[in-house]
């Protein structure tokens, strides 16, 4: 069985980096045909896809967030990370990891879910 759990501080500090880690049970993360991904939910805007990471480890970002982003991976331990840069309290949302088998595709398997806060 997939399972997907996310990990990563709950309360950052503006401007401060923010990195989520997504570690990955019951499968590879270099399994032919998967992505990778982080979606984020806030009161405001809903669920919002942020980006992926395939299989081959290309990665693909939500324009919005393009300047700020960066998706990696560590094969050895069957991760993926999310970094976010100079974040604000408009990032301030629950984060999480899913498997899709398209970019921003239908979600299969997730995680339950990380509060991240960002405030002084």
């Known amino acids: 069985q997939v399972q997907l759990q996310e990990s990563g501080p709950g309360l950052i500090k503006p401007s401060q980096p923010l990195s989520l880690t997504c570690t990955v049970s019951g499968t590879a993360i270099t399994t032919n045909y998967f992505f990778w991904n982080w979606i984020r939910q806030t009161p405001g805007k809903g669920m919002e896809w942020m980006g992926s990471i395939d299989n081959s480890g290309s990665t693909y970002y939500t324009p919005s967030l393009e300047t700020r982003i960066s998706i990696s991976r560590d094969t050895s331990k069957n991760q993926f990370i999310l970094e976010l840069t100079s974040v604000t309290p408009e990032d301030t949302a629950v984060y999480y990891c899913?498997?899709?088998?398209?970019?921003?595709?239908?979600?299969?398997?997730w995680g339950q879910g990380t509060q991240v806060t960002v405030s002084s």
């Open positions: 899913a498997r899709s088998a398209d970019v921003g595709g239908e979600y299969v398997y």
